[in-house]
């Protein structure tokens, strides 16, 4: 009987669907920001029209950004607007502390 193959272990699935490691690690970042600002956003209970104002985008770019287009933003760009909702808050990236948004740690 012969071994079935198996696809090379790999970091995260972007490596898996071909990505490159600098192209998997920008969409992990991105992802990161994106889940904190979903955060924020629910948090404050934020609808689309304060957004189009508080981001200073117009209606196309803030349906893009809720519905998850995330090709679309660079991770430069999705800081910015995290900023621009919690100002007074500081923001770290860790992957080991990242959990599901909606879902309390521990």
Known sequence: MSKPNRAKPTKDVWEFL???????ADLRLRVM?????????????L????????????????????NGKLEKFSSDKLFQYLEALAPEKKFFIDEKTRRTPGKRAG
Do not use: W
């Not at 200073?56 to 893009?64: F, G, K, L, W």
């Open 18 to 24: 071909g990505f490159s490691e600098k192209e998997s």
């Open 33 to 45: 920001i994106y889940d904190r600002l979903r955060q924020e956003i629910y948090a404050k209970k």
């Open 47 to 66: 609808t689309p029209r304060v957004l189009e104002k508080r981001l200073n985008e117009p209606q196309p770019r803030i349906s893009d950004l809720m």
